[in-house]
């Protein structure tokens, strides 16, 4: 039996490949060495993909972690998103342009909608579609669609998404989008999976943490691992960073699944989709 770990752990890809199932977050990393660094460590401790986007202000260190770390770059999953202002077909290959030479880097592994804009997201799909077949971003996706955003785009899609990436913690579950998109083979990202720490204190997490002598962020973490999701926890800590990887050595047990499952409440942490056209 192979064990898994940070660096093997993968979802399948609906074109083919796979996708690392931890990611690091980088979102309010600060430019220049602190987020480099914090790829580099990642990467140091086996993690082999990197989540940041425009809006970050960051891609350009992201880029500089990939190339220095001296790992294959065909080793390391890198995505990045196409943000508000860029929506539109021209307007979108421009910044795709751009987010790649920041970067620094020949292509990415994966290119994201950040949010589902109205009036233009169709039309920046086409886009997305473009920039996937000349071979610049291996895999194209969504970020922050829920089902009606889904639906929209797949009615008139050529390719679909392949990967939504929405933020999903036991305190905010979305079931009926991860229902949807598991139907279509769509891999689900969890961001936010720590509840950017706002709920690592609640008693049923510490408890089950207590129990199963893990960390509160390795038990939210591990949840979504169980749950078939990709994690993209965001630490500029080794500590944390390392922390939040070891997450294969353990299982949930019924009891502490059940009672993370309960959880659902509905809570949004940073922006919300659901009140999104
Ligand atoms: N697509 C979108 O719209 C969207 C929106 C939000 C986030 N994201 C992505 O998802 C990633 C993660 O989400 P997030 O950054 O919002 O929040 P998160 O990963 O849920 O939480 C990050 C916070 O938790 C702290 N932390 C990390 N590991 C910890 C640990 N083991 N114990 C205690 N505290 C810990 C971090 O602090 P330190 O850094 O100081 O350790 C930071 O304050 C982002 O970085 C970004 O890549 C995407």
């Not at 690091?24 to 660094?37: F, H």
């Not at 086996?46 to 972690?65: L, M, P, Q």
């Not at 392949?162 to 229902?179: K, N, S, Y």
């Amino acid at each position: 039996m192979t064990t898994l770990d940070v660096t093997t752990a993968t979802r399948p890809l609906l074109s083919g490949g796979t996708i690392p199932q931890v990611g690091l977050g980088v979102w309010q990393s600060p430019r220049g060495a602190v987020t480099r660094d914090a790829v580099l460590t990642a990467l140091r401790h086996g993690y082999r993909h990197v989540d940041t986007a425009r809006i970050y202000g960051n891609e350009k260190d992201v880029g500089a972690a990939v190339r220095e770390s001296g790992i294959p770059r065909e080793e390391i999953f890198v995505t990045t998103k196409l943000w508000n202002e860029d929506h539109g077909y021209d307007a979108a290959l421009g910044a795709f342009d751009a987010s790649l030479e920041r970067l620094g880097l020949e292509y990415v592994d994966l290119y994201l909608i950040h949010w589902p804009v109205p009036g233009k997201r169709k039309d920046t799909w086409r886009a997305m579609e473009r920039i996937k077949a000349g071979g610049r971003a291996k895999h194209i996706g969504v970020s922050n669609y829920l089902v009606k955003h889904l639906e929209e785009l797949l009615a008139d899609a050529t390719e679909p998404p392949e990967v939504d990436q929405i933020e999903i913690h036991p305190f905010l579950q979305h079931r009926e989008t991860r229902a949807f998109c598991n139907e279509r083979r769509i891999v689900v990202e969890a961001y936010s999976p720590l509840t950017r720490g706002e709920k690592l204190d609640h008693p049923v997490v510490q408890e089950v943490a207590k129990r199963l002598k893990r960390t509160p962020a390795q038990v939210l973490l591990r949840w979504g691992i169980e749950h078939g999701l990709v994690v993209l926890p965001k630490s500029t800590h080794e500590k944390r960073i390392v922390e939040n990887a070891a997450l294969f050595d353990f299982a949930l047990d019924t009891k502490g699944k059940e009672a993370l499952d309960g959880l659902d409440e509905g809570l949004a942490t940073g922006w919300d989709p659901r009140t999104q056209k």
